[in-house]
């Protein structure tokens, strides 16, 4: 008998297609099992920092939205006061973790659960070339760019919600 390289031990987990996966992948599939998963998305408007349109709400194995109308009014209103307070005094990065942390307590606080929260955050805003100036030739309107978001947005919701999870 003689040594060789370090063989690998301990628990090693496998899903059915025999790949291994992490320890990551297993605790957020837990708590998407458990609690479900809430995607916010804004389409902020870059000059004012104020919301172009209402706040898209889609949510998976958390609550069934058509029978909490009540919680997901008062959650868009939640959403439209921390857009105001929070947008413009932090980057945009920043701004994505502190809306995931106030999300995520705010649902929690009103249902005692806590989904997996993932913010979309869409800003719109006049672009610029490449000396800093804003393009102004046939550059489309803010509120025709949050008009296409939306659209892009719902027809990515269609998507999502016509899927088959098992085959997903």
Same mark, same amino acid.
């Given at each position: 008998?003689?040594?060789?390289?370090?063989?690998?031990?301990?628990?090693?987990?496998?899903?059915?297609?025999? /790949?291994?996966?992490?320890?990551? *992948?297993?605790? #957020? @599939?837990?708590?998407?099992?458990?609690?479900?998963? &809430?995607?916010?998305? %804004?389409?902020?408007?870059?000059?004012?920092?104020?919301?172009?349109?209402?706040?898209?709400?889609?949510?998976?194995?958390?609550?069934?939205?058509?029978?909490?109308?009540?919680?997901?009014?008062?959650?868009?209103?939640?959403?439209?006061?921390?857009? /105001?307070?929070?947008?413009?005094? *932090?980057?945009? #990065? @920043?701004?994505?973790?502190?809306?995931?942390?106030? &999300?995520?307590?705010? %649902?929690?606080?009103?249902?005692?659960?806590?989904?997996?929260?993932?913010?979309?955050?869409?800003?719109?805003?006049?672009?610029?070339?490449?000396?800093?100036?804003?393009?102004?030739?046939?550059?489309?309107?803010?509120?025709?760019?949050?008009?296409?978001?939306?659209?892009?947005?719902?027809?990515?919701?269609? @998507?999502?919600?016509?899927?088959?999870?098992?085959?997903?």
């Amino acid at each position: 008998m003689e040594q060789t390289d370090k063989i690998p031990h301990g628990t090693v987990l496998v899903d059915q297609t025999g /790949a291994i996966v992490s320890s990551v *992948v297993v605790k #957020d @599939r837990l708590m998407l099992g458990n609690e479900g998963l &809430v995607a916010v998305v %804004l389409t902020i408007d870059k000059k004012t920092g104020s919301l172009m349109t209402s706040p898209d709400i889609i949510s998976r194995g958390f609550i069934y939205m058509k029978d909490q109308e009540e919680l997901m009014n008062e959650f868009r209103i939640e959403l439209k006061r921390a857009v /105001a307070q929070r947008f413009k005094r *932090v980057d945009l #990065d @920043r701004f994505k973790i502190e809306l995931k942390e106030h &999300v995520t307590h705010f %649902l929690y606080d009103k249902t005692g659960r806590s989904p997996i929260v993932i913010p979309v955050v869409n800003v719109i805003g006049p672009r610029q070339n490449n000396s800093g100036q804003q393009n102004k030739k046939s550059a489309p309107t803010p509120e025709k760019q949050a008009e296409d978001l939306q659209k892009r947005f719902a027809d990515m919701r269609t @998507r999502l919600l016509n899927q088959d999870a098992r085959t997903d």
